[in-house]
């Protein structure tokens, strides 16, 4: 006898500062974020049904929080979906601080991979979790702006808002 289980994907909408967000949650826990016009974001019937959730709740309450300046780490349990490398990627973004930033290759040598810094920065593009795992902080090797999923001009505005030097809302 084979069994077979069904996961649990449903999604919710949350205003915000930097533009509309979907919130994704796989088995009740936090699974994405991702912005309009989002680079790889999934197409919209892979996010479920629309749902309450109390992990939606704890997730818009944090992020209010964060962007009003009030919180600079989230406290929630996630459920990334990725290769074991881009899990550890993933990991290591949240241990960036809040309002700094580091490059590719720093990260690539926090990793013990010094040389994989493109293959970081492949994992960093595709991080389901954007604002909350802080893909926003990686730069490029001279400290420069470099792709993000959900555009420069976000980019900019999160790293503003971190540095408190921030336009109340991006859109």
Same mark, same amino acid.
């Given at each position: 006898?084979?069994?077979?289980?069904?996961?649990?994907?449903?999604?919710?909408?949350?205003?915000?500062?930097?533009?509309?967000?979907?919130?994704?949650a796989r088995e009740g826990e936090l699974s994405g974020?991702?912005?309009?016009?989002?680079?790889?974001? =999934?197409?919209?019937?892979?996010?479920? =049904?629309?749902?309450?959730? =109390?992990?939606?709740?704890?997730?818009?309450?944090?992020?209010?929080?964060?962007?009003?300046?009030?919180?600079?780490?989230?406290?929630?349990?996630?459920?990334?979906?990725?290769?074991?490398?881009?899990?550890?990627?993933?990991?290591?973004?949240?241990?960036?601080?809040?309002?700094?930033?580091?490059?590719?290759?720093?990260?690539?040598?926090?990793?013990?991979?010094?040389?994989?810094?493109?293959?970081?920065?492949?994992?960093?593009?595709?991080?389901?979790?954007?604002?909350?795992? =802080?893909?926003?902080?990686?730069?490029?090797?001279?400290?420069?702006?470099?792709?993000?999923?959900?555009?420069?001009?976000?980019?900019?505005?999160?790293?503003?808002?971190?540095?408190?030097?921030?336009?109340?809302?991006?859109?």
């Amino acid at each position: 006898m084979t069994t077979t289980t069904t996961e649990t994907v449903v999604h919710t909408l949350v205003d915000s500062p930097c533009g509309p967000l979907t919130l994704v949650a796989r088995e009740g826990e936090l699974s994405g974020l991702y912005m309009t016009d989002q680079r790889h974001r =999934p197409p919209a019937e892979n996010f479920g =049904p629309r749902a309450d959730l =109390p992990a939606f709740d704890d997730a818009e309450e944090q992020l209010a929080a964060y962007f009003a300046g009030e919180l600079s780490a989230f406290d929630l349990d996630l459920n990334m979906v990725g290769t074991p490398f881009q899990k550890r990627v993933w990991s290591a973004l949240r241990d960036i601080p809040y309002g700094e930033t580091v490059t590719y290759g720093e990260l690539a040598e926090v990793l013990g991979r010094p040389t994989a810094s493109r293959a970081v920065g492949l994992a960093n593009g595709r991080n389901p979790i954007g604002v909350i795992v =802080p893909c926003h902080r990686v730069v490029g090797a001279d400290g420069s702006l470099t792709g993000y999923g959900g555009g420069l001009a976000r980019k900019q505005w999160l790293l503003d808002l971190e540095r408190g030097t921030q336009q109340p809302t991006l859109m």
